[in-house]
């Protein structure tokens, strides 16, 4: 289970669904469990501090998580997989942005 708060999320109990992980919004994340190789996540806001962590800690466990980070452009994406190479860990990371 990870721990963001007052909120405790078992990952084996995950069906298809997303959670916040802060008041605001700013990083929230989906999960399913279909997959063979561990549950599928993605991770909104994975360029910001609290995102970027979520993404690391995820992607260090492959045999649970196929983890997609998403951030708002190459300059963020360029960052975080920098970001995750210093933390040995690696996750799909695409750049989005609803504006375009």
């Known amino acids: 289970a990870l721990n ?3 909120r405790r999320m078992r990952w084996n109990r995950w069906k298809p669904q997303h959670a916040s992980l802060n008041g605001n919004g700013a990083a929230a994340l989906s999960a399913s469990a279909d997959s063979d190789h561990g ?15 979520i993404v690391a ?10 983890v997609t980070g998403v951030v708002r452009d190459a300059k963020s994406r360029a960052a975080l997989i920098k ?15 609803i504006r375009d």
Request: net charge positive; glycine share 12%.
């Open 4 to 6: 963001f708060g007052d």
């Open 39 to 53: 549950a599928s996540v993605v991770v909104t806001g994975a360029g910001g501090r609290t995102g970027r962590l």
């Open 57 to 66: 800690k995820l992607a260090t466990r492959p045999e649970k998580f196929r």
């Open 83 to 97: 970001f995750l190479e210093s933390q040995h860990a690696h996750a799909d990371i695409v750049a989005a942005d």
